[in-house]
């Protein structure tokens, strides 16, 4: 009788590997999704010169709304 080509041969070890690398691997983890709140504030990290952070800053509270405003007329003008 020929022999079977397409079967594979496996040992018990390589078998007990695989039975314990699919249980133990991590799912692939999805980005997170942007809210769905309209209008939402996102947290983010963002790289300002100094002065142009003083010059926001030196009204005092409500500074990060100020650069949110300055930059929504920016792109109302393009």
């Known amino acids: 009788m020929p022999a079977d080509r397409t079967r ?3 040992n018990s070890r390589d078998a007990a590997e695989a039975a314990f690398k699919s249980v133990t691997t991590k ?10 709140i309209p209008n939402a504030k996102e947290l983010v990290s ?3 010169d ?4 003083d010059h926001f800053q030196e009204a005092g509270p409500g500074w990060q709304e100020r650069i949110n405003d300055a930059l929504r007329k920016a792109i109302a003008k393009s």
């Open 8 to 10: 594979r041969h496996t």
């Open 27 to 36: 799912p692939v983890e999805l980005p997170p999704k942007r809210p769905s």
């Open 46 to 48: 963002l790289r300002l």
């Open 50 to 53: 100094r002065d142009i952070l």
